[in-house]
């Protein structure tokens, strides 16, 4: 996971990791290995507890994510106005891990004002289970922590090319098939 994270680790816990005197990838583990748990094998991973990313940046609060056509995931977020520090210009990041292709990918930031954090995914993607998680790095370089915002599958119209829309001339297929299998 952590090697796959690379980048979201390097913005999330930099700090952190300095002060403690280790790589970003190192710190991770050190901090969330209580979350990773060999069965046979085998590991098995909580990644609703993982964290990768903390500060005391202005976080924001995340909603639902949503999983659109095209392998686009989307997630709006608002401000935390219980936190006078954030800033319009913070940038927002979208992290998506797959585990059944051990593969995870960072979005392009997104500055706070814009209010919603997209990815477009490779085609690739279609149909997998996802986990995803967002946190905020202010201008200073400082991240929020991370936030867990749930799981979901991409865009699960993998077999849309399997089907054809409908039209005048449905009977014709009909037809052929009726043809095709006696009668």
């Not at 977020?77 to 585990?99: C, H, I, T």
């Not at 993607?125 to 929020?144: E, I, K, P, Q, T």
């Not at 001339?169 to 009668?183: L, P, Q, R, T, Y």
Request: aromatic share 10%; with cysteine; glycine share 10%.
């Amino acid at each position: 996971f952590a090697s796959r994270a690379k980048e979201a680790l390097r913005l999330g816990l930099r700090q952190q990791a300095d002060q403690a005197g280790m790589t970003e990838g190192n710190y991770f583990i050190l901090n969330n290995k209580r979350h990773f748990r060999r069965v046979g094998d085998s590991v098995d991973i909580d990644y609703a507890r993982l964290r990768l990313a903390e500060g005391h940046a202005a976080d924001v609060y995340f909603r639902e994510p949503r999983f659109e056509a095209g392998e686009v995931v989307s997630v709006d977020f608002e401000k935390n106005s219980l936190l006078g520090r954030a800033s319009g210009d913070d940038l927002v990041y979208l992290y998506v891990y797959a585990p059944v292709l051990a593969d995870g990918l960072l979005s392009a930031p997104v500055e706070r004002r814009c209010k919603r954090v997209s990815i477009s995914l490779p085609a690739e993607w279609s149909g997998v289970v996802v986990h995803l998680y967002g946190f905020v790095v202010d201008r200073a370089g400082r991240a929020s922590g991370s936030t867990y915002i749930g799981e979901g599958r991409v865009n699960h119209f993998e077999d849309r090319s399997r089907y054809h829309k409908a039209d005048a001339n449905w009977h014709e297929f009909v037809d052929i098939a009726a043809s095709n299998n006696g009668g």
